[in-house]
């Protein structure tokens, strides 16, 4: 699918006819998407736990920071690619703020700013509120002739969010996240789906339990699944995939930013909450 060009208001008004950048949850379209910008490779399609609808994600970071989102409890949708466009009020702030409002290149047209993720968070009473994030490598912040530029924008980012209500905005570098903390959840997500003999509630338990039995400071991760998988009469590889889906719906629980897992590594310090079975185990298989 060929990417959209954006040179004329009527190419943004044709786009927000069409849905861009609006909806929630599933329904969500955002207003970026991979083929739109240009990459070095890294940008892909992940289909999400929690909105079940393809993200299109424009680089590494943004890939393990949409993981660290999946795997928070507070966290109920996520939106990539949130458009801000340039309002008459979005415009006035800019104009206090002294800061030159961005433009498409080559052209006199508003720039359509967005934010990375627009998320909303749901808390223990049940209530909701936005956040936004900004996910950027540090090397973005490194002296150059584009630094004074690049912070310029993320004011006027954060204060057309702050205008708007949203006054939880921050910046993400990989170093917020963590290179075991990403590299823990990319290993886990592949638990996302199991096959459907793995979600029975029953299988679920008898595994947990073994695994709780067998689990001993020190020993190796995988000699533990091994033997929780050999008392659950499932293969090895099916013990594996059950324990990174048990601790993506977090009825097995650990520090998972302690230390980078690998099944020859050794067994972090579990705790378990079996009355989270019943919900897991009524997850679609894939």
């Known amino acids: 699918m060929r990417g959209r060009r954006f040179k004329t208001q009527a190419d943004i008004d044709r786009y927000i006819a069409?849905?861009?950048?609006?909806?929630?949850?599933?329904?969500?379209?955002?207003?970026l998407r991979v083929q739109d910008v240009p990459s070095n490779g890294r940008s892909r399609k992940v289909l999400g736990i929690k909105t079940g609808r393809q993200h299109h994600l424009l680089s590494d970071l943004e890939f393990g920071y949409l993981l660290v989102l999946e795997f928070s409890e507070q966290v109920i949708d996520i939106r990539e690619a949130f458009p801000i466009f340039p309002t008459e009020h979005a415009r006035e702030i800019s104009v206090q703020l002294g800061i030159q409002y961005p433009r498409f290149p080559g052209t006199n047209l508003l720039y359509v700013m967005s934010t990375d993720f627009l998320v909303t968070l749901q808390a223990s009473d049940g209530s909701r509120r936005l956040a936004a994030r900004t996910v950027k490598y540090e090397s973005a912040f490194q002296q150059s002739n584009d630094l004074k530029r690049t912070v310029e924008k993320l004011e006027l980012e954060k204060a057309i969010h702050s205008a708007q209500g949203i006054e939880d905005w921050k910046l993400v570098t990989e170093t917020t996240i963590g290179s075991t903390l990403m590299a823990n959840l990319i290993w886990l997500r592949k638990g996302k789906s199991v096959e459907r003999h793995l979600l029975h509630s029953t299988v679920q338990l008898q595994f947990m339990d073994a695994v709780e039995y067998h689990a001993r400071p020190g020993r190796a991760?995988?000699?533990?699944?091994?033997?929780?998988a050999s008392s659950t009469h499932i293969p090895f590889a099916d013990g594996t995939m059950l324990f990174k889906h048990l601790v993506l719906q977090k009825v097995i629980r650990f520090d998972i930013t302690d230390h980078e897992l690998s099944l020859t590594g050794p067994s972090p310090a579990f705790t378990y909450h079996r009355y989270l079975i019943?919900?897991?185990?009524?997850?679609k298989a894939a």
């Open 18 to 31: 069409q849905g861009y950048g609006q909806g929630e949850g599933v329904t969500y379209k955002p207003w």
């Open 278 to 283: 019943s919900a897991a185990g009524s997850l």
């Open 221 to 228: 991760l995988q000699s533990v699944i091994r033997a929780a």
